[in-house]
C-alpha cells in the first residue's frame, strides 16, 4: 500500500522535471508571438513609407527617417523597436516617378516599374533555446540570429505623383 507521503513525494518529482518544460515552451510562445509582432508592425511602418511616396513628395532620406521615428519613438504607447538594429541599409526605398503624360511624349513606351519599401529587423536567438535544442539532441539547428523582412509595393501602374 502507498502511503500519503510517497504520493505526495512522487507529485513532487514530476512537478520537477515537468516544470522546467513548461517554462521554457512558455518563453517559446512569448518569444514568438514577439516576433509576429514586431513583422506586422515592420509591414504596417512599409506601409505607412509607401503611403508617404504616394501621397507627398518627400525623398528616399526623409523617408527613411520618418519610418525610423514611427518604429522606435518613445514618447508614442507601444512597444518599440531599438534604434540600433535599424541602420540605413535594413530600410531600403525605392521611389520612381511616373512622367507626366503631354501630347509630346504620349507615344513613348512606359515603364511600369514600382515603388518599394522594404525593412528588415534583425532578432538573436536567446541562449536559453539553444541550450534547450542542444540538450534536445538537435546541435546546431538553430541559427543564432532570425532576420525578420516587410514589404510593400505603390501598386503596380499607379507611380508616386508628383
Same mark, same amino acid.
Given at each position: 500500500?502507498?502511503?500519503?507521503?510517497?504520493?505526495?513525494?512522487?507529485?513532487?518529482?514530476?512537478?520537477?522535471?515537468?516544470?522546467?518544460?513548461?517554462?521554457?515552451?512558455?518563453?517559446?510562445?512569448?518569444?514568438?508571438?514577439?516576433?509576429?509582432?514586431?513583422?506586422?508592425?515592420?509591414?504596417?511602418?512599409?506601409?505607412?513609407?509607401?503611403?508617404?511616396?504616394?501621397? !507627398?513628395?518627400?525623398?528616399?532620406?526623409?523617408?527613411?527617417?520618418?519610418?525610423?521615428?514611427? &518604429?522606435? =519613438? *518613445?514618447? #508614442?504607447?507601444?512597444?518599440?523597436?531599438?534604434?540600433?538594429?535599424?541602420?540605413?541599409?535594413?530600410?531600403?526605398?525605392?521611389?520612381?516617378?511616373?512622367?507626366?503624360?503631354?501630347?509630346?511624349?504620349?507615344?513613348?513606351?512606359?515603364?511600369?516599374?514600382?515603388?518599394?519599401?522594404?525593412?528588415?529587423?534583425?532578432?538573436?536567438?536567446? !541562449?536559453?533555446?539553444?541550450?534547450?535544442?542542444?540538450?534536445?539532441?538537435?546541435?546546431?539547428? &538553430?541559427? =543564432? *540570429?532570425? #532576420?525578420?523582412?516587410?514589404?510593400?509595393?505603390?501598386?503596380?501602374?499607379?507611380?508616386?505623383?508628383?
Amino acid at each position: 500500500m502507498v502511503s500519503n507521503t510517497d504520493k505526495k513525494g512522487q507529485a513532487l518529482i514530476e512537478i520537477i522535471l515537468v516544470l522546467p518544460v513548461l517554462c521554457i515552451l512558455m518563453s517559446m510562445i512569448t518569444w514568438f508571438t514577439r516576433l509576429l509582432l514586431t513583422r506586422q508592425m515592420l509591414l504596417t511602418a512599409a506601409r505607412y513609407g509607401t503611403d508617404m511616396i504616394y501621397y !507627398t513628395d518627400m525623398n528616399e532620406d526623409q523617408i527613411r527617417q520618418e519610418i525610423r521615428n514611427y &518604429l522606435t =519613438d *518613445k514618447s #508614442i504607447e507601444g512597444r518599440k523597436l531599438n534604434a540600433e538594429k535599424l541602420p540605413d541599409d535594413h530600410i531600403k526605398i525605392h521611389i520612381y516617378r511616373y512622367p507626366t503624360i503631354t501630347p509630346f511624349n504620349v507615344y513613348q513606351p512606359i515603364n511600369f516599374e514600382t515603388s518599394w519599401v522594404e525593412i528588415y529587423y534583425e532578432f538573436s536567438v536567446p !541562449t536559453i533555446f539553444t541550450a534547450f535544442s542542444s540538450f534536445i539532441g538537435n546541435k546546431g539547428d &538553430l541559427p =543564432d *540570429k532570425i #532576420i525578420i523582412s516587410a514589404r510593400s509595393e505603390v501598386l503596380a501602374g499607379t507611380g508616386a505623383k508628383r
